[in-house]
């Protein structure tokens, strides 16, 4: 498929801009966020839309898609101030406005058709996180299970330019057989990262390994036990192992980002499940709830504080507050 607008040619099975005669170089990204705006030209597209339909679900820091953008304007002689061809739509997102003629291109050759059946590579730094399987007798603790799953992608978004897989999208997976060359194919993710979680009172068993979803080869795997309340030092020690088995090097984060009380720990994750149940008022109220509690328990912990203040906002967000009942005032008037 070829698509032309103003002097450029977008050839999609070449993987070519041109302006004129003159190739255009372009990142991967920077190429599939044009052709992906470029054919949802008859409507406006999300911040969530570009998520899911260029990164894969993968977690896009603002900034970041920002700079895509800008990147993509660039590439077409456009600016964010005249946006002549991809306007800012306010509180909404994006839309490609130019006149776009395509067509089919030439008949695909035996080169083509060759580039066509080999699948493309995944980024060297893509990684997914499998939901952790929970060990423990009781199935109340799957929250727990899940809470450290999701803080582990978390810790490694923070590694530069670590593309990971959104929890929403890696949660699809849970209680289903695991095939790693399969899910790194669906997904375009080089590693995969599974493991499982046992809880008895106060301790804590980890067990996490690193696969190379290409080959199948275990890169890296270690069991940790801990105190409930080094289970934030546990989190970034696997992080620190993943960053080591990968070479690459992991921004210092803070180290341990400490809970005064254990227990506040423990309410934070159940808090964290309650968010991932279907939107209501009740979901966002027990939420909103065990955050105030663990907040109770520790009061300078930030992680309670953070997890509180997103509930309250996003429970705003998404119109979904507590109604106000109306003074006698505004009741008689």
Do not use: C
Not at 15 to 38: M, N
Not at 215 to 243: K, P, Y
Request: proline share 5%.
């Amino acid at each position: 498929m070829v698509f032309r607008f103003g002097d450029h040619v977008l050839d999609i099975e070449r993987r070519e801009l041109r302006r004129g005669v003159e190739p255009v170089a372009l990142e991967p990204q920077v190429f599939d966020l044009l052709v992906y705006l470029v054919r949802n030209r008859d409507r406006v597209v999300s911040k969530d839309d570009l998520i899911d339909g260029v990164w894969g679900g993968r977690i896009v820091s603002d900034s970041a898609l920002t700079t895509r953008l800008n990147a993509v304007r660039k590439a077409v002689d456009d600016s964010g101030v005249e946006q002549r061809l991809i306007r800012t739509v306010p509180r909404r997102g994006v839309r490609f406005v130019g006149e776009v003629s395509e067509d089919a291109g030439a008949p695909p050759g035996v080169e083509r058709a060759s580039a066509a059946a080999k699948p493309p590579l995944a980024p060297r730094l893509s990684i997914v996180v499998l939901p952790f399987v929970n060990l423990s007798n009781n199935p109340q603790q799957e929250y727990f299970a899940d809470g450290i799953t999701a803080d582990l992608m978390t810790d490694l978004s923070r590694i530069p330019d670590m593309l990971v897989i959104s929890r929403n999208t890696a949660f699809t997976y849970k209680d289903k057989p695991i095939d790693t060359k399969q899910i790194g194919r669906e997904l375009r993710v080089r590693y995969v990262l599974e493991g499982e979680v046992q809880r008895s009172g106060s301790r804590v068993r980890v067990t996490a390994q690193l696969i190379d979803a290409e080959t199948d080869a275990h890169l890296w795997a270690e069991r940790f036990d801990r105190d409930v309340g080094d289970l934030f030092v546990l989190q970034n020690e696997i992080t620190s192992r993943i960053a080591n088995a990968l070479n690459i090097e992991l921004i210092a984060v803070e180290a341990a980002r400490p809970v005064e009380h254990p227990e506040a720990l423990d309410y934070i994750l159940r808090g964290r499940a309650a968010l991932m149940k279907p939107e209501s008022r009740d979901s966002y109220a027990e939420a909103i709830r065990l955050f105030e509690y663990a907040l109770s328990l520790a009061r300078q912990s930030v992680e309670a504080q953070i997890s509180l203040a997103g509930a309250l906002a996003a429970r705003v967000l998404t119109g979904l507050s507590v109604p106000v009942a109306p003074t006698a005032h505004e009741r008689t008037s």
